[in-house]
């Protein structure tokens, strides 16, 4: 076994992979940016080394760097991660020529994989189902055109060099087939520098099923069963999950043989992963060997109970797997999520930020944690805004199913925007209690799974309830140092001559602003909202907890941030409330901006679709912008003509840059 290793990567991964390390008594060496200085896993490590500015590509991906590090450090391999260098295979074996081992495949296996043309074409060869299409070297519009009229609608059109989502479009008839390919390439071409792409019959609502395989040096090769993936957007996955509750015995038995023959068939070493897609009718076919560790790999560590990592690091030693195929196990239910900074309800934009407040669930009893950062952090511009992945395990779906649903309950973010709320009406939806999801699924109704315009009664009242308590305690902290703590007019319950307890509270929600008013002290008020009247009696603010009953019904609700942010949760929903001052009143977002285009977030511009002079309608693509890895598409905001453009493509813009200007209506 090493003694010492040096990880190629950031964030959650790294510190995953120096859990075991540290574990198992290796020493571990951490590369870090610019931007990374202060963050997790270069605290942790043992060792920890700079190599470069905040881009990726002066850091991250700088491989002779790495292995400049590698040798310096007296580390004897180099483990990839995912991401990043992990599925280069020139890094890999560069890495081996300087002496170190490369903890995951050969280079060879790779590059076999590499494109996904031409690994389409040696799984067909050794027998593993493939979806039709085409995947040759011919290029031409038109002659890829003619290919897709070939093969037939629905097709998928999918960067061959790609993976991550990126460089993905799906064609439903012959006339969108043109413009879909040029936006394909040229994302293609941005993300991975190489705009070639292969065709494929798309297999409408498939289930994205993949098995996890392991290799080693003296020729064993086994799965250890599937993990589903099947809840996606834009083909990124949100949940995961093992076992599927799609697959039969028998069909889980047959694709764990058809992954193993597809690893021999490159002769795999170390961990890896294929991806298969399932129609409705059972039917599977091969997509893509991801040829280094997932995401989502703690969702088989669970029940498998297995530590893939380890298993990692003795086959890259040279030891032979110490599980064989009969050994594996598989028990109970185990399901991930991913805790990102984005904000779904506009369109999932990535955010950055100081983590101002971060809390998590506390682990064990089922529950896991894996994350890059802690309170105080920042989330960066620069590299993926994932926050933490939670994973819980329990003896069976349901069980798994509500002990996720209560560990989300328990997270709180202030700072950057997060995908929280998406993740629990997610674990809500019926199609995923019921195990019915396919990968379209959320693309065709996402709107089932945003915030509604207006929040629940109920919480907003509990809300109300919360925030007079809190002023109460406040006041009369602030009232014992008085002169006259008795006096009345130093207690904060709204009593006044004329108007016992009657309070006015605003609260800002989203981009619009609520308003309330609350008659009471004590525990005992009226609440009125909306031309309704909520009677509230017996309200008591304990720790994180309150309790109260609403028109005789008692009902718990967890406070979880109080201050400048007012956050609750009933057990399934929860409220965010930016209490306001009564005399202020802000303009909401949408007042402004409409005589502009502004950049949402740094990035770089891909295409400028409009110039001065030009005649525009509401909601015409002007602009499209490169950030955090996706394509972000500009719009209009009224019915107008282009004033001025203020950068092309090619061009570096800042969050809040104006782009396009609009003539005065």
Not at 222 to 251: G, M
Not at 500 to 528: C, K, M, P, T
Not at 588 to 614: E, N, Y
């Amino acid at each position: 076994m090493f003694n010492k290793i040096l990880i190629a990567n950031r964030g959650e991964i790294a510190r995953r992979v120096i859990r075991t390390c540290r574990r198992l008594g290796i020493r571990t060496v951490a590369v870090y940016s610019q931007a990374d200085a202060g963050a997790q896993h270069v605290r942790q490590a043992d060792e920890a080394y700079l190599i470069g500015g905040p881009q990726p590509a002066d850091s991250y991906l700088r491989g002779e760097a790495i292995i400049e590090v590698a040798l310096r450090s007296g580390a004897q391999a180099v483990h990839p991660g995912y991401g990043f260098l992990s599925e280069n295979a020139d890094f890999a074996e560069a890495v081996e020529d300087a002496g170190l081992v490369f903890i995951g495949p050969k280079a060879a296996s790779m590059r076999k994989m590499g494109s996904k043309a031409g690994a389409k074409d040696l799984m067909q060869a050794a027998g593993v189902p493939v979806v039709p299409g085409y995947t040759g070297e011919e290029q031409d519009p038109g002659h890829l055109h003619a290919e897709a009229d070939r093969i037939g609608y629905p097709l998928m059109i999918k960067a061959a060099h790609g993976g991550g989502g990126k460089g993905m479009r799906i064609v439903r008839a012959s006339g969108e087939f043109l413009p879909a390919l040029e936006s394909c390439q040229r994302e293609a071409r941005n993300a991975f520098g190489r705009d070639r792409v292969l065709l494929e019959r798309y297999v409408e609502r498939p289930r994205h099923i993949e098995i996890q395989v392991f290799g080693d040096t003296h020729g064993n090769v086994i799965h250890l069963n599937e993990r589903e993936c099947s809840a996606q957007r834009r083909y990124q996955k949100v949940l995961e999950e093992a076992p599927s509750l799609f697959l039969t015995d028998a069909l889980r038995a047959e694709m764990g043989d058809a992954a193993v023959l597809a690893a021999r068939a490159i002769d795999y070493v170390n961990a890896g992963t294929v991806e298969f897609i399932v129609g409705q009718d059972g039917r599977f076919y091969f997509m893509e060997i991801n040829t280094r560790l997932q995401v989502e790999h703690p969702v088989t560590e669970c029940v498998t109970g297995l530590d893939l990592v380890e298993l990692q690091l003795r086959v890259a030693a040279g030891e032979p797997l110490p599980v064989a195929q009969g050994d594996v196990r598989q028990q109970g239910h185990a399901i991930e999520v991913r805790l990102y900074a984005e904000d779904p309800d506009a369109g999932f934009l990535p955010g950055s930020g100081r983590l101002e407040r971060l809390r998590l669930p506390e682990t064990g009893n089922g529950i896991r944690v894996d994350s890059g950062v802690v309170e105080g952090d920042t989330v960066t511009i620069f590299y993926d805004p994932m926050i933490a992945k939670l994973i819980v395990h329990a003896e069976d779906r349901p069980k798994a199913l509500a002990r996720m649903r209560d560990a989300l309950a328990q997270c709180e973010i202030d700072g950057p925007k997060s995908n929280i709320g998406f993740l629990e009406a997610l674990l809500r939806h019926p199609a995923v209690v019921e195990g019915t999801i396919d990968t379209g699924y959320l693309d065709r109704h996402l709107d089932e799974f945003l915030h509604d315009a207006a929040p629940d009664p109920v919480l907003l009242v509990a809300g109300a309830v919360a925030q007079l308590l809190v002023q109460e305690d406040d006041s009369r902290r602030a009232a014992s140092g008085s002169t006259d703590p008795g006096s009345p007019w130093s207690i904060a319950d709204g009593w006044r001559l004329g108007h016992g307890g009657h309070r006015q509270l605003a609260f800002g929600l989203r981009d619009g602003r609520i308003e309330v008013d609350a008659n009471g002290s004590g525990g005992e008020y009226r609440v009125q909202h909306d031309g309704t009247t909520y009677r509230v009696e017996g309200a008591r603010l304990a720790g994180d907890s309150l309790s109260l009953r609403i028109d005789g019904t008692g009902r718990r609700f967890q406070v979880l941030e109080r201050g400048r942010v007012l956050s609750l949760h009933d057990g399934e929903r929860r409220l965010r409330l930016a209490p306001l001052s009564m005399c202020r009143h802000e303009a909401g977002a949408a007042a402004a901006g409409a005589d502009r285009v502004t950049a949402p977030m740094p990035g770089r511009v891909v295409v400028a679709r409009a110039a001065s002079g030009d005649v525009v309608e509401a909601g015409q693509e002007v602009m499209v912008i490169e950030a955090m890895k996706m394509e972000l598409s500009l719009k209009a905001p009224r019915d107008g003509t282009i004033a001025e453009v203020r950068a092309q493509a090619g061009d570096f813009v800042e969050a809040d840059a104006v782009l396009v200007l609009l003539e005065e209506a």
